[in-house]
């Protein structure tokens, strides 16, 4: 484990400090400071040895013994939280994992964007229907989305209810992993019928039965089913968008130096709050967890640079894992001068590629969408780049969800702009559905088999 000096100027609140951004303006401060510490007094969501884990387990991705799959809902609500849901997301991380060792030959890290991502950025502070201006929907850890001043208004008991949502998720996430989730290894179990409609049907199948004889002749081998013998881990991930949340869980833990954030695993910085000097990196500083940050076409390689400096100080491998999210018009022109130099800075990151974030566009009927193309697009371009300048793509961040939704266009099940309407749930990013996100494994183990070759 690493040791690091105890830092005098910070604290979990000296965040405080400094400019805020995206946070939300409660009317009631004293309900505020209640909730607050009834929050800091609630057992942790993960433990310390947990994260300490996780944060080796990136250090070795870094170093391109593994592979990092970060993957579910832009927003979770707190009406997900409910056993089908749950299993479903766990379903679709773990059946694109399998496709993934596959095609990569490298043990994959499943980081669930789960247990915990109940607050959002916004564009604008408020949002005005009709003549009437009221607060954005800033998720479900802040307010309600139905456009009535009651449902708008940031209420702090919805912090408890998102630390206890969190903890029914991760607890039955838990569950699921110890017990008899292993039937979900099985190819069988699977719903691929939307393969034979892709012109790389045949491909996608060898690849499933290869996973199915894999897992068979291990359980041969040992007796055991697959689960006992690899045992799946799941991470669980958030943007640590809610400073005061985030400060009430961040815990000294015993026999260990340092600070944790015990609501989750690993916490990221998003592109809209990244800035340097404010609140957002100086909380992020202090942390021990291992950390992501968005970056956009906006960061330039200095920003970057200083990021690296300030938020892993000692260079720590693990520690830092830049998302970078620029969108498949312009990943070629922003991520190369960004890799050199923190390469050339001897800057330890893991590289890993947001290809969901750059890619929004709003349809003309008003509804937000990403195209499959362009999501597979930024994928190769990436992949590709940071090959050119010596570094390697060490994972994937995917918003995703394991129900056939229709709010992404594309991929072999062939979704126009037309049928978004069908199925179009999301009050935030539209997510690839179950579909589109094995297509998406199977294409990405392509270009990591591809890339083993070259
Ligand atoms: C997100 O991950 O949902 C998000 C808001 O991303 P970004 O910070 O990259 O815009
Ligand atoms: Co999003």
Not at 183 to 199: I, M
Request: glycine share 8%; proline share 6%.
């Amino acid at each position: 484990m690493h040791v690091s000096e105890p830092d005098s100027t910070w604290a979990p609140t000296s965040w405080q400090t400094r400019r805020a951004t995206q946070q939300p303006e409660y009317k009631d401060q004293a309900a505020l400071h209640t909730a607050l510490l009834q929050l800091a007094k609630l057992p942790p969501l993960v433990s310390s040895w947990e994260i300490e884990k996780l944060k080796s387990q990136l250090a070795e991705a870094a170093a391109g013994q593994r592979f990092m799959l970060q993957g579910g809902d832009c927003s979770e609500n707190f009406d997900d939280c409910e056993p089908s849901a749950i299993t479903r997301k766990l379903k679709i991380l773990l059946q694109m994992s399998l496709v993934l060792v596959q095609g990569g030959r490298r043990r994959i890290i499943r980081v669930g964007r789960f247990a915990g991502q109940y607050a959002k950025p916004r564009s604008a502070d408020t949002e005005t229907r009709g003549g009437v201006t009221l607060p954005s929907y800033r998720g479900d850890m802040v307010n309600r989305p139905a456009f009535t001043k009651e449902d708008r208004e940031p209420n702090p008991e919805f912090l408890l209810k998102a630390h206890g949502r969190a903890a029914l998720t991760i607890n039955f996430i838990r569950a699921l992993v110890d017990g008899g989730f292993a039937d979900l290894h099985h190819p069988e179990y699977w719903d691929l019928g939307f393969v034979s409609k892709s012109p790389l049907a045949s491909d996608y199948m060898r690849t499933v039965e290869s996973i199915g004889e894999s897992l068979r002749f291990m359980e041969t081998l040992t007796g055991h089913g697959a689960a006992d013998i690899n045992r799946v881990d799941f991470f669980t991930s958030h943007e640590g968008l809610h400073l005061y949340y985030e400060q009430a869980l961040t815990r000294q833990v015993p026999r260990r130096p340092g600070w944790y954030n015990v609501s989750t695993h690993f916490p990221w910085i998003g592109e809209r709050t990244r800035d340097v000097d404010g609140a957002h990196v100086e909380y992020f500083r202090g942390i021990a967890n291992p950390m992501g940050v968005k970056i956009g076409p906006g960061v330039t390689p200095e920003e970057a640079l200083c990021l690296c400096t300030i938020l892993n100080p000692e260079n720590e491998p693990g520690r830092l894992t830049f998302i970078h999210r620029m969108g498949a018009d312009r990943v070629g022109e922003r991520l190369p001068p960004l890799v050199e130099t923190i390469e050339r800075a001897g800057r330890k990151v893991l590289w890993c590629c947001d290809p969901m974030h750059g890619n929004t566009e709003t349809t003309s009927g008003g509804l937000k969408t990403r195209r499959f193309e362009r999501i597979i697009s930024e994928l190769e371009q990436s992949c590709l780049i940071l090959k050119e300048c010596r570094a390697h793509l060490g994972g994937v961040h995917f918003e995703l969800t394991g129900e056939n939704v229709t709010e992404c266009i594309g991929g072999a099940s062939g979704i126009t702009e037309a049928d978004l309407v069908r199925d179009y749930r999301t009050q935030v990013d539209p997510r690839l559905n179950y579909e589109q996100a094995m297509e998406m494994a199977f294409l990405l183990a392509r270009l990591m088999q591809n890339g083993r070759k070259g």
